[in-house]
């Protein structure tokens, strides 16, 4: 890279009010490549990327040979909620390969793009100590964070740093099923009693992803105490 080109950071899910967050709040220090599943018709600027396709993963890595990648934020996810008992096996393999092993294929794949940057998982708190009919949900973020303490040692060595966030609540399409009762129920559960606020959790990842000697961290970000 070029003294005078500006890092790069990719936004893999790009989507959501967390998503056009992130995008946002990126966009003041890096040039920002978003991905979604199914890229918006009327915005030329994000590109496809099909994590539970792994052509479609081998593409979009092979589109950034060569870029100095300073910030990958991985910010997939989707609900699958049902009780356990209910729950398909094919339902959590999916899960897994799409948000788990895609990552680690498309991390491994960009090793050396990523080399003195930043990877910063969204995971949940969810993936902590898990939450009614969110087996599947839980199981994912779980490894996310497990993921994040796991390799950092190794990515170290690339000078990579690697940590998960655990957001917080705030309405999106993963909970737009619960009613709002339901939601200001979970809301209360926080000590502070407040709903967070996306632009908080964005301006926390861009100053994360610029700390130096933080890595196999797990930070939450509100104030349910864990």
């Known amino acids: 890279m070029s003294a005078n080109e500006t890092p790069s950071a990719v936004i893999i899910g790009a989507g959501g009010v967390l998503g056009h967050a992130l995008t946002r709040e990126l966009a003041h220090q890096y040039h920002v490549i978003r991905t979604r599943r199914t890229p918006a018709?009327?915005?030329?600027?994000?590109t496809a990327l099909d994590l539970a396709d792994r052509t479609s993963c081998d593409s979009f890595t092979d589109t950034l040979r060569g870029k100095h990648i300073a910030a990958l934020i991985f910010n997939a996810a989707r609900s699958?909620?049902?009780?356990?008992?209910?729950?398909?096996?094919?339902?959590?393999a999916d899960a897994v390969d799409t948000y788990v092993l895609a990552l680690h294929r498309i991390i491994t794949a960009l090793t050396g793009e990523l080399s003195g940057g930043s990877i910063v998982l969204i995971a949940s708190l969810v993936g902590m100590r898990g939450g009614r009919g969110q087996a599947v949900y839980a199981a994912v973020k779980g490894a996310l964070i497990g993921y994040a303490k796991g390799t950092a040692a190794a990515l170290a060595a690339h000078d990579i740093r690697i940590n998960a966030v655990l957001p917080g609540l705030f309405r999106s399409h993963i909970n737009e099923g619960i009613d709002d009762a339901a939601f200001r129920s979970m809301i209360a559960e926080n000590a502070l009693k407040r709903e967070q606020d996306v632009d908080e959790i964005a301006r926390f990842v861009r100053f994360l992803s610029g700390m130096k000697n933080a890595s196999g961290q797990v930070f939450n970000l509100d104030s349910r105490i864990t």
């Open 80 to 92: 699958d909620d049902a009780l356990i008992m209910r729950q398909s096996p094919a339902v959590f």
């Open 41 to 46: 018709a009327d915005d030329d600027a994000e």
